[in-house]
């Protein structure tokens, strides 16, 4: 059985950093591509970063420069480095795999919060 479990969330002013981490267990990690997710209320979950097995690593242009998304094959763990962080950066933060794979089961996210 597949687990996500995200944390590192937090409150924050214009121009902090944050860094979340998301944990997997019953995932055949090494061979994955993982990818972050946002979602604010009311709206679906959207693409912030994704990484491959091998490392490539892609951005949303909103997001480009700002944040890092990494992986740890041996903690079977990725994270995701946010740095000059802005109010529309507010949401849940979640992870899963890219939208062209198969989803897993949602974790229970982490919340991210930027003040002006």
């Known amino acids: 059985q597949v687990q996500l479990v995200e944390s590192g969330g937090g409150s924050v002013q214009t121009g902090g950093s944050l860094k979340l981490a998301c944990v997997t267990s019953?995932?055949?990690?090494?061979?994955?591509?993982l990818a972050w997710y946002r979602q604010v209320p009311g709206n679906q979950r959207a693409l912030v970063a994704s990484i491959s097995s091998d490392g490539i690593t892609n951005y949303a242009h909103e997001v480009a420069g700002r944040f890092t998304i990494a992986r740890d094959n041996d903690k079977m763990a990725i994270y995701l480095q946010m740095d000059r962080l802005k109010p529309e950066d507010t949401g849940a933060y979640y992870c899963n795999v890219p939208p062209n794979w198969s989803p897993l089961t949602w974790g229970q996210g982490t919340q991210v919060t930027v003040s002006s």
């Open positions: 019953g995932l055949a990690f090494s061979t994955s591509d």
